[in-house]
T-cell receptor, first 109, second 115 residues
């Protein structure tokens, strides 16, 4: 059964303090690993898709990387507006996404 | 706005009542998904349509749940004889299988509260 574990559950940073979020996964035949951002009371917002180990993608202050067992979401010089829950999901042998519980990020000014 | 839309955004119902939610996917997206999310958890897959065909259902989808996508466009999710455990955010997503693109785009969700 496909599984995703995210750590830490919650992370507090000061504005400008860079850090990384971890997503460990087990999946049969990875077709894609996805990162989403979710604000309270809203649906997940798509950020990145990674398909194979060694792949990296960047968007503004965010950079996602992928190995055969885990993915990292690096946040460089975060701002308060980056505060949200970040969700990681994998897609294996079927169409469904299997999500982790997320990391709640708070960036203090 | 050309994103996924869901209605209603909020629904409060009494235990035992039936409820129906609607999802309108992004135009021309042929795949449509339903997920359920409870507080502190990630979304959990319920079911998936390719055009009008329902191709996959989760074991979470009990006999009280039914989903349709009659013309391959919008979809409805019905819950019969609601229970307090059905209280959750119901999320709809859509995707279009392009060159390597499996991304699913989510709507704002329908929050169901069963009293």
């Amino acid at each position: 059964e496909d599984q995703v574990t995210q750590s830490p559950e919650a992370l507090r940073l000061q504005e400008g303090e860079s850090s990384s979020l971890n997503c460990s996964y087990t999946v049969s035949g990875l077709r894609g690993l996805f990162w989403y951002r979710q604000d309270p009371g809203k649906g997940p917002e798509f950020l990145f898709t990674l398909y194979s180990a060694g792949e990296e993608k960047e968007k503004e202050r965010l950079k996602a990387t992928l190995t055969k067992k885990e993915s990292f979401l690096h946040i460089t010089a975060p701002k308060p507006e980056d505060s949200a829950t970040y969700l990681c999901a994998v897609q294996g042998g079927s169409e469904k996404l299997v999500f982790g519980k997320g990391t709640k990020l708070t960036v203090n000014p | 706005d050309t994103g996924v839309s869901q209605n209603p955004r909020h629904k409060i119902t009494k235990r035992g009542q039936n409820v129906t939610f609607r999802c309108d996917p992004i135009s021309e997206h042929n795949r449509l998904y339903w997920y359920r999310q409870t507080l502190g958890q990630g979304p959990e897959f319920l079911t998936y349509f390719q055009n009008e065909a329902q191709l996959e259902k989760s074991r979470l989808l009990s006999d009280r749940f039914s989903a349709e996508r009659p013309k391959g466009s919008f979809s409805t999710l019905e819950i019969q004889r609601t229970e307090q455990g059905d209280s959750a955010m119901y999320l709809c997503a859509s995707s279009f299988r392009a060159l390597g693109g499996y991304e699913q785009y989510f709507g704002p969700g329908t929050r169901l509260t069963v009293t």
